[in-house]
């Protein structure tokens, strides 16, 4: 998914996450330490994955004149629930803020 700010000059790519019937998110996938979910979150945890989608799209988005050379790219995760050491962490949306974790 991809979000856009015109007021920020910003967009955010979004990588969502919902399993049916799962233990959701894990924060070990999240961080990149485990090395079972790592790989389920490119966007977060593949460098080479992200610069080529974010490359790709920001040509695609400046050619379309959606975006300009100058606009910011952010990065997020969607999950419907996260797992830490056999808890679950819920968030409800009216709860939720921007949470900056992540910064290539």
Not at 41 to 53: E, H, P
Not at 54 to 76: E, G, M, S
Not at 90 to 103: A, D, G, L, R, V
């Amino acid at each position: 998914m991809v979000t856009y700010n015109p007021t920020k000059d910003e967009i955010t790519l979004i990588e969502a996450k919902s399993y049916l019937n799962s233990t959701g998110v894990t924060i070990g996938g999240l961080s990149g330490t485990d090395k079972k979910t790592k790989d389920r979150y490119r966007m977060l945890n593949n460098a080479t994955y992200r610069k080529i989608v974010t490359a790709r799209l920001k040509a695609d988005f400046i050619k379309r004149n959606i975006i300009n050379k100058t606009t910011r790219i952010k990065y997020a995760l969607a999950a419907g629930q996260v797992q830490k050491k056999n808890r679950y962490l819920q968030f409800k949306p009216s709860k939720t803020k921007p949470f900056p974790f992540f910064q290539p």
